[in-house]
């Protein structure tokens, strides 16, 4: 499948946001086309975890809409959930269990196309002398770094990130934003959110500012 | 399917790293049932007649006391929203947790229940009958449960809001399950007791999936 530059992916139209009496954001326009990043900027408690809940379709925005490919995401919930991959502030790593089990579930759960193997995706990770060690007793670096073995797996088109960057070395920032740039290369899509500033290289990206659509 | 498997799989490995609180509830239920003749007497005839009625009230509020584990710490940790983000249908994904709690708390509780009864004089006559209610109402306690459960999530102390959400959908099963052990003990015909439970059953279990699906989607909200 060729990918067309000028095809727009992923579009929110007049999204307006609220959390408890508060208007966090209103009449907010995107789109996002394949290959491109977005990145969400704004202070603390601006609504940019939750404009990516709404999103990932998780909430429910109280005006306007997200389209994937020109469809309401909630129209086709089910393909839409298929080529999505979303990492949210919290880890989702279960602190009962060693990080081979965790990773099991992760090969469980998630649609992959090879047959990769918990000790290769450790690998990736740098958590390879790690395995049995249980997640409780996990640095939150090494937590996030058991969570963000997803994006070594996924297939998906598109990835939501959410602050995909805390807590993680340089290092492995380094090895993250690698992977991002080849995922934009192939044709997908992704929306993040970072304190931190993230290195894209020449990948087109987008800058989404959220005070922009502050209610006055 | 394999979704629901997966999930089943997941669900019980964790139970079992955390045994040690689901043991809370079984430990409560033991204490409790073996309290009964120590503390009101330890008279044969009397106690007979309560162990019914001791011993489903203490089952009932030991399931109470594990609702909460359901869903819980994954929605603290985030695990909950992955879940509910996967592709597949979420019936079967919520199916699969319910089914997880109940053997992990309703199962054990039907084994414990014919050993305490001894305890309390339990006409032996009527522990079949005993066993047979909790199989099928456990599941009944386990699936009311986790609509409440769903609905407070997002609450701070969500705990004590969702018992008393619960409770009054309790009653119905603990009524029909104790007249149905009543009955046995006294030698009266107790099938249409075990044909109301059995259809509460089969209609909590068709419906209830999906009333939990829309509370956790007004949980996220």
Redesign the interface.
């Known amino acids: 499948m060729s990918v067309n530059p000028l095809e727009i992916k992923l579009s929110g139209h007049s999204l307006t946001c609220e959390r408890g009496e508060r208007v966090l954001i209103k009449n907010l326009e995107f789109s996002v086309r394949d290959g491109q990043a977005m990145i969400i900027q704004g202070s603390n408690g601006a609504g940019k975890t939750s404009l990516l809940?709404i999103i990932?379709?998780?909430?429910?925005a109280t005006q306007g809409s997200v389209t994937w490919n020109n469809q309401n995401i909630e129209s086709i919930a089910?393909e839409y959930?298929?080529s999505?991959l979303?990492i949210?502030?919290?880890?989702?790593?279960?602190?009962?269990?060693t990080v081979r089990?965790n990773l099991q579930?992760l090969l469980?759960?998630w649609?992959q196309d090879n047959n990769c193997l918990v000790t290769e995706l450790a690998e990736q990770v740098g958590l390879r002398q790690r395995l049995s060690v249980s997640c409780s007793r996990l640095s939150a670096g090494q937590q996030r770094r058991v969570s963000l073995a997803r994006l070594f797996i996924s297939t998906q088109k598109l990835w939501v990130l959410d602050e995909p960057l805390t807590a993680i070395d340089v290092d492995f920032i380094q090895v993250i934003e690698k992977r991002l740039q080849n995922h934009l290369k192939s044709g997908g899509t992704a929306i993040l959110t970072t304190h931190r500033g993230i290195e894209l290289g020449e990948m087109p990206t987008l800058n989404l500012d959220l005070s922009r659509y502050e209610p006055h | 399917m394999r979704l629901f498997y997966?999930i089943l799989?997941?669900d019980l490995?964790?139970a079992i790293?955390?045994r040690r609180e689901l043991a809370n509830p079984l430990v409560f239920f033991v204490i409790v049932v073996s309290l009964f003749p120590l503390g009101v007497s330890p008279d044969k005839e009397l106690l007979s007649q309560m162990a019914p009625g001791v011993i489903w009230v203490t089952a009932l509020l030991a399931t109470l006391m594990s609702m909460d584990a359901m869903f819980r710490s994954d929605y603290?940790?985030?695990?909950l929203?992955?879940?509910?983000?996967?592709?597949?249908p979420k019936v079967l994904l919520i199916g699969a947790k319910i089914t997880a709690h109940w053997i992990s708390i309703g199962l054990p509780l039907v084994i414990l229940a014919p050993i305490m009864s001894l305890l309390l004089y339990f006409p032996t006559h009527a522990i079949g009958s005993l066993v047979i209610t909790l199989l099928i109402s456990t599941p009944i306690l386990s699936l009311l449960g986790a609509v409440g459960v769903a609905l407070t999530l997002s609450l701070r102390s969500g705990g004590i809001l969702s018992s008393l959400l619960i409770l009054p959908f309790y009653i119905p099963v603990l009524i029909f399950s104790t007249m149905a052990i009543n009955a046995s003990a006294n030698q009266l015909p107790v099938s249409g007791y075990y044909a109301l439970l059995g259809a509460f059953f089969i209609i909590s279990a068709l419906l209830i999936p999906f009333a939990v699906v829309a509370a956790l989607k007004v949980s996220?909200?």
């Open positions: 809940r990932t379709g998780l909430s429910q089910e959930q298929q999505l979303y949210g502030h919290l880890a989702a790593v279960k602190r009962e269990l089990e579930l469980r759960f649609p | 997966s799989y997941r490995l964790l790293r955390r603290d940790d985030g695990s929203e992955q879940l509910l983000l996967l592709p597949g996220y909200n």
